[in-house]
């Protein structure tokens, strides 16, 4: 307020002049406006409005504050690369950037994290082995400008061998993103709890099970959480065999028993 009536004001925004355009006053010298907050380094910055007519220049304040924008992507398994960006930070300064449980030591190298002259940078990591879940991304820099934002840790089936053979066969299994040191049941085909396996304090686990008599083609494999949480389902293909001769040797005339799995049902 306090302007000429229906002057032309000029608002610029700390390192950015003029940053809203056709704003006038009213009859009273009023006006209102609205801008969005460019990119510009963290600390107070100045607000001022001028009137073309009146040569009058009024200002304020504003502080910016640090902040992370939505990881991309937002959630995924271990092993996935993401990337943070972040803006309103001080310019020049050295980043420690901070994930999940792991929060007290930087996921990268802090050397390798420098904001630019407006404050702003870019990083990438890579998730580590965590507990499934909802983790924090912290940004730190050197003196002590605080932004978080999260990544949500899905379970993921990454390893599994052999993935054909058939009933009798054994197979290995690895996954992560689970929680904590729960049990994960791994069911298969039509068996549930073909196995139980104890997960690592990191979500972790490691465990092996044999084929059991299914029919012939390709089955499922899922992890099961305690908390219905499961990972990404490879499958097995089951192939037919003999497993049993009987006897295994004679003369011309005896009677023989074999037995087969992995077939078709009643074929």
Request: one cysteine or more; hydrophobic letters at 35%.
């Amino acid at each position: 307020t306090g302007y000429y009536k229906t002057e032309a004001i000029k608002v610029d925004f700390g390192t950015h002049p003029s940053i809203t355009a056709g704003v006038s006053t009213n009859g009273d010298g009023m006006f209102t406006t609205t801008f969005t907050i460019d990119t510009q380094r963290y600390g107070t910055t100045t607000v001022k409005a001028n009137g073309w007519t009146s040569a009058l220049e009024k200002t304020t304040m504003f502080s910016i504050q640090p902040q992370i924008h939505p990881i991309m992507p937002t959630k995924g398994t271990v092993g996935l690369r993401v990337t943070v960006h972040a803006d309103g930070y001080p310019a020049n300064e050295r980043i420690n950037l901070r994930f999940g449980v792991t929060g007290t030591v930087s996921i990268t190298t802090p050397e390798s994290i420098t904001t630019d002259n407006t404050g702003s940078f870019t990083a990438m990591f890579t998730i580590d082995a965590q507990p499934v879940g909802t983790r924090t991304v912290s940004a730190l820099s050197i003196t002590e400008c605080l932004a978080e934002n999260t990544f949500v840790i899905e379970p993921h089936i990454w390893y599994f061998t052999p993935i054909i053979g058939s009933v009798g066969t054994i197979v290995e299994i690895k996954g992560n993103g689970y929680a904590a040191s729960e049990k994960v049941r791994i069911d298969f085909g039509t068996t549930r709890s073909i196995t139980e396996i104890d997960a690592l304090p990191t979500g972790e686990f490691i465990g092996t099970f044999t084929i059991n008599t299914q029919i012939y083609g390709t089955t499922t494999v899922t992890a099961w959480g305690t908390t219905n949480n499961h990972g990404t389902e490879p499958t097995f293909f089951i192939t037919s065999s003999i497993y049993l001769t009987s006897p295994i040797s004679g003369t011309v005339g005896t009677l023989v028993s074999i037995t087969g799995c992995g077939y078709g049902i009643s074929e």
